[in-house]
């Protein structure tokens, strides 16, 4: 595997961001629809939920899940959930 500079550049950010305590993701999966919850109210002042935050940043699986429930979430809100027809047409473009 080569390494690039973007690569190593994006590896020496991670490492800055780490923390002396971190969650993991199965704490991250226990905790992540509090923290979208959180966010949506506009109150992340629970230590336990900016660990959480901290991880969705800095693993991708984790904050994909994060992306998606945000989304949701934000879609419940605002009462904009797609059709039927609308989601089966974007699971088709994506084949």
Do not use: Y
């Not at 590896?11 to 949506?40: G, N, P, W, Y």
């Not at 109150?43 to 900016?50: G, K, M």
């Amino acid at each position: 595997m080569r390494v690039t500079h973007i690569k190593l550049e994006t590896f020496m950010v991670k490492i800055a961001r780490t923390r002396e305590q971190e969650a993991s993701c199965d704490e991250c999966a226990a905790h992540v629809a509090r923290l979208v919850e959180a966010l949506m109210q506009g109150n992340v002042e629970d230590d336990v939920l900016l660990d959480i935050l901290q991880h969705v940043l800095m693993c991708s699986p984790c904050g994909q899940e994060f992306h998606v429930l945000k989304d949701c979430a934000r879609m419940d809100a605002e009462d904009s959930w797609p059709s039927f027809d609308e989601m089966w047409h974007k699971i088709e473009q994506g084949k």
